[in-house]
């Protein structure tokens, strides 16, 4: 029992130090430490940027959380933006999702962790390279908004871009290019064990032709040869074509994750 209990103990420190790396990746433009818990603002753009995560710091008695959820709340709203609580495995207390569900809170955006094993061989999904014709390339980030902007059929938000221009640890921005046209774009942001890999888009008139398993496996190959021993990524439990697609690819579910909105 006690080894179980270890190999538990375990996972969960690595876990824990995964939810970490991730908020590097995507890192708030201002955050505020609360007892604990971290408030992150970025001005409304993206939710993973504007949301209390309760990681640490259990308040004592009900009063004292309920109190906590006040304040959080009050902060938002003195930036304009309402309060939303990312729900992990990791907040403090465990029964916070229930108070705020008490409070009025509706859940929205299952988010699912999913992580590949790269110290496999046939950890990294082939990327074409092979072939002479696929090749990874960083672009700029002027370069890289373009690009994607131009597959998604969206201008790119200045906030995007502060985000983008805010990331500490290595990363790329990164298209698969394929005979010199650009067929796919993404951002791998490494901090060793982890590299995540974020913004996956296929060019619209491209998409079901591999492209999407070519960029995975070049930017887990990046990431690879950054020491990164394990890729990740989060994918919203409404996209089933792109949950369909890393499961293909042997991710495998790390844990879930929500968001608690009034």
Partial sequence: MALLER?????????????????????????????????????????????????YGTPTTDRAIEARISLCEAHYARQGLPAIFRITPFVQPDDLDGRLVARGYRRIDTTHVQTLDLSRRDGVPADAARQGATRLVALSLDEWLTQVAAFSGKPSPLLQRAILN??????????????????????????????????LITAPALRRRGYGRALVGALASWGRQRDATHAYLQVQESNPVAMNLYDKLGFQEAYAYWYRVR
């Fill in 166 to 199: 805010a990331i500490l640890p290595d990363h790329i921005l990164g298209c698969l290019q394929h005979n010199g046209r650009v067929v796919a774009c993404g951002l791998a942001v490494a901090e060793p064990p982890y590299v995540g890999l974020f913004s």
């Fill in 7 to 55: 190999a538990r103990v375990k996972a969960g420190v690595e876990l824990l130090r995964l939810e970490e790396a991730s908020l590097n990746a995507w890192p708030a433009l201002q955050q505020h430490l609360l007892e604990g818990w971290l408030l992150r603002f970025a001005g409304g753009y993206s939710k993973r940027a504007n949301s209390v995560n309760a990681l």
